[in-house]
């Protein structure tokens, strides 16, 4: 099943600290000098990683993307123009005919360890949208989604026991080579890239690719106009950031109260958010609370938006076991 942390709360009260640690003024860098302050993305990297090499080897892969929502638009920030320069991209998000959220064109980079992973966070972060307000000197403009697809290589002898997902468990009769990205292919002792044999095409033919999504979400906070001073295109900014909040509250509200409809695509935030709130997945918000007494309304509108996400119940994830489909299918 789907996973999505989330750091929720306004302006200053350290969401951003909390998902991505202490970071270097000048470019955005995450310290690691110590440990014990790494936030919950250089964290949550470490322990997909360690996971995984606990399992045999090529039977998983992760691909990782970056973007940003600002302003009610979606930006690739891993994108690379023509000279590989990383730029952000504006992208749209559409639903597929199965009910899945999807982004077009967007850029996932394979990574083998949690150093490759974060270098690639870096990259994006310098291109993330910041403003100073008279709350907080580099207020983040836009909602921050880090997404890790993890791919599991599994034979349908035994699937099922493994991370699922009910649309890639039906690609069959793909060739080996095909079912590895590049970087794997090539380590690959296989002197062949197609499996031409009968042997081959019977164990090729038992493969099967299995997908999940862990999402890493860095708010933008919610705030007081009034107390953060801001104008002209940041005042915008605050506008659209406040209504993708609520479109949040609301997909909360839904689902708690069991509805059947959930306004997802009343935001390109809950839109994009959608396979990974929904369903089966499961979410965690971490509120972040200012300590001053000045922000005690913004502090009960946080604690308000928790109370909603507790609400929230969800019984024990099902195991999807899908048939092995025979030869002559």
């Known amino acids: 099943y789907n996973v999505c942390i989330m750091a929720y709360g306004q302006t200053g009260s350290g969401k951003t600290y909390t998902m991505l640690g202490p970071q270097l ?9 110590d440990e014990s302050e790494l936030g919950i993305i250089p964290r949550a990297a470490q322990e997909v ?6 399992k045999p080897p090529g039977s998983y892969w992760v691909e990782v993307s970056v973007v940003e929502v600002y302003n009610n638009d979606i930006f690739d ?8 320069k990383v730029f952000g991209v504006k992208r749209d998000i559409v639903t597929t005919r199965e009910g899945k959220s999807d982004v077009p064109l967007l850029t996932h980079e394979t990574v083998e360890n949690a150093s490759e992973f974060l270098h690639l966070v870096y990259k994006g972060l310098q291109l993330r949208v910041r403003h100073p307000t008279l709350v907080h000197a580099h207020s983040s403009r836009s909602h921050l989604v880090v997404t890790l697809t993890i ?11 493994s991370w699922e997902d009910e649309q890639t468990s039906q690609r069959l009769n793909k060739e080996v080579s095909g079912t590895f990205p590049q970087k794997m292919r090539d380590n690959k002792s296989t002197s062949s890239s197609r499996a031409s044999s009968p042997a081959q095409l019977e164990a090729t033919e ?6 999940t999504r ?19 295109a940041a005042l915008r900014e605050t506008s659209f950031i406040n209504r993708s909040l609520s479109a949040l509250a609301d997909v909360l509200g839904a689902i708690a109260e069991q509805r059947p409809h959930v306004p997802y695509r009343n935001s390109k935030l809950t839109h994009l958010l959608q396979d ?54």
């Open 25 to 33: 003024e000048e470019n955005f860098a995450f310290s690691t000098e």
């Open 49 to 54: 990683f360690r996971l995984i090499s606990e």
């Open 77 to 84: 920030l891993l994108a690379k123009d023509s000279c590989g």
């Open 151 to 161: 791919t599991t290589i599994t034979s349908g002898d035994n699937f099922g026991t």
């Open 206 to 211: 038992k493969l099967k690719q299995v997908k």
């Open 214 to 232: 862990l999402q890493l979400v860095d708010l933008a906070g919610s705030e007081c106009v009034g107390m953060s001073g801001v104008t002209g």
């Open 276 to 329: 990974s709130v929904g369903g089966d997945a499961k979410l965690l918000v971490m509120l972040c609370i200012s300590p001053d007494q000045k922000y005690l309304t913004e502090s009960m509108q946080s604690l308000g938006f928790g109370t909603r996400a507790r609400q929230v119940q969800r019984g024990q994830v099902k195991k999807k076991n899908f048939p092995v489909q025979s030869k002559a299918k």
